[in-house]
């Protein structure tokens, strides 16, 4: 009797442990049980399923882990989060793996840029008693040295850029104004041409006038000679017929 007595008053010190950890909702999917038991399996059931539905999440959640990758612009601390989700989760349903595995794990899971760093861990460190906590620290510490670099490349490059165009806009003003002085140029050296060539037409066409008066001249000079050679031969006729 006195082992009964004990053992119902450690089922009631047990029931009343969970119904003051769980909220009113769970609290009325419990209240019908009679042990500590009883609430346990219902509690177990209700949130991880039989045998089947537990099994089926255990491969779902393994499945994730293998498939596990970070991609480049992911940071840590978000990669991590995720990571950390898969593997509490395995471990709620009594499934999990080894901190070294987890490890291993995460290491072969990040983006190829940062293959060199990895590779520094693994030569360094001991990965069979690595916590990943220390080793998701040493990482966060070498993103912030990536970040840094690549901000400071990339203001060295917008610094190139910058000098580039305002070069080329030296340039192309440049440019500009010896294509105006050049424009000027060639409007001068027309003007001057024009000048040459009306000049030059006055001089040209000056002697073709005298060319043409001299022309007819001599066309006049040669026509009175053919009538006076004319005349001569009449008179000679005539004196030849008296």
């Known amino acids: ?43 177990l059931i209700t949130h991880q ?3 089947q539905v537990k099994a ?26 995720k990571f950390n989700t898969i593997i ?14 987890c490890v291993r794990k995460f290491l072969r899971a990040l983006h190829p840029k940062w293959r060199a760093k990895v590779t520094a861990i693994e030569e360094s460190k001991n990965l069979t008693t690595l916590p990943l906590d220390e080793l998701i620290g040493n990482l966060k510490v070498y993103e912030e040295v990536i970040k840094k670099d690549f901000e400071t490349v990339k203001g060295k490059k917008e610094q190139s850029r910058s000098l580039a165009l305002k070069v080329k806009k030296e340039v192309s003003n440049e440019d500009s104004s010896s294509f105006d002085s050049e424009d000027e140029e060639y409007v001068m050296a027309v003007k001057e041409f024009k000048k040459f060539f009306k000049r030059r037409g006055r001089f040209v066409r000056q002697p073709m006038r005298h060319r043409k008066t001299f022309q007819r001249s001599r066309n006049r000079c040669y026509g009175k000679r ?3 050679k004319d005349e001569m031969e009449n008179t000679r006729d005539e004196t030849w017929s008296d």
Not at 10 to 18: D, L, P
Not at 88 to 101: C, M, P, Q
């Open 56 to 81: 089926n999440k255990i491969d779902l959640l393994v499945q994730q882990y293998e498939q596990f990758t970070i991609p480049e612009e992911e940071s840590i601390d978000n990669a991590f989060a």
């Open 226 to 228: 053919i009538m006076e």
């Open 88 to 101: 509490t989760s395995l471990k709620a349903l009594d499934e999990g793996f080894s901190s070294k595995n």
């Open 1 to 43: 009797m006195m082992i009964l007595k004990k053992k119902l008053a450690k089922n009631n010190e047990a029931k009343m442990v969970i119904y003051n950890a769980l909220p009113r909702k769970e609290y009325e999917r419990i209240f019908m049980c009679q042990t500590a038991k009883e609430i346990w399996d219902t509690l």
């Open 49 to 51: 399923g039989n045998n």
